[in-house]
């Protein structure tokens, strides 16, 4: 079996394993080519676990939010487009010329237009991060982060904002957050611009769609 058939066949027995369960598609935009889902620039509707998995480890792709669109430009996905040639004969014989065969099977542009069809569903205009794509995003900060965080005052950039914790979260997990959506809290729950001294704080995501739980940050 040639490289690009292995390809769509791991990738229709990969799909075909995803769509078994329950978790909803996320929109992700590829940052390099990546056969048969897309090529480099395309918005693609992906499995949470596809992506978290897959398409997150080096840098394959990034998801698509409100409060995070598109990181390079958009590309449309590429179009397919079958030939047929036509035999040459001689003049002097009464032979019929014959047509080749299609260049691609039929698993192989069942599996084409699919994921075209499934990239069409996008675009940079009309697309907006919906209350499920929010919900995704909170599980996994969830689930990914610690309960508490703990650090010293001193390995601290001072003062300690949500840039820094955004950061932070970023490098520990490959979980992006927007930072105008992070809140800091002291234990009374009141909102704080940022930390500077030791002591027992609190903060959460909190975007227009839905937030995290509150989790805790200590600073020794």
């Given at each position: ?21 329950k ?17 480099k ?8 676990s ?15 939010t ?78 990914s ?45 009141k ?20 937030e ?9």
């Open positions: 079996m040639s490289c690009p058939r292995l390809q769509l066949s791991v990738a229709r027995q990969f799909t075909r394993n995803i769509s078994r369960g978790s909803k598609k996320v929109p992700v935009q590829l940052l390099t080519d990546f056969p048969p889902h897309g090529v620039g395309q918005i693609i509707d992906v499995a949470p596809f992506m978290r998995n897959v398409l997150h480890v080096d840098n394959k792709a990034c998801y698509i409100k409060d995070h669109g598109p990181r390079i430009p958009v590309v449309d996905a590429p179009k397919v487009v079958l030939t047929r040639t036509t035999k040459k004969v001689k003049t002097a014989e009464p032979v019929t010329p014959k047509e080749s065969l299609p260049a691609l099977s039929l698993d192989e542009l069942s599996a084409l237009f699919s994921n075209m069809k499934s990239a069409s569903k996008l675009s940079v205009t009309n697309m907006n991060a919906s209350a499920d794509l929010s919900g995704i995003i909170a599980r996994e900060v969830n689930s982060v610690p309960e508490t965080l703990s650090f010293q005052l001193g390995t601290l950039k001072a003062p300690f904002t949500a840039t820094e914790l955004a950061e932070l979260i970023y490098k520990s997990s490959g979980i992006e957050l927007a930072k105008d959506s992070i809140v800091l809290q002291n234990s009374a729950g909102s704080l611009e940022n930390l500077s001294e030791t002591g027992t704080y609190y903060w959460k995501y909190n975007s227009s769609d839905g995290t739980d509150r989790k805790k940050i200590i600073i020794n």
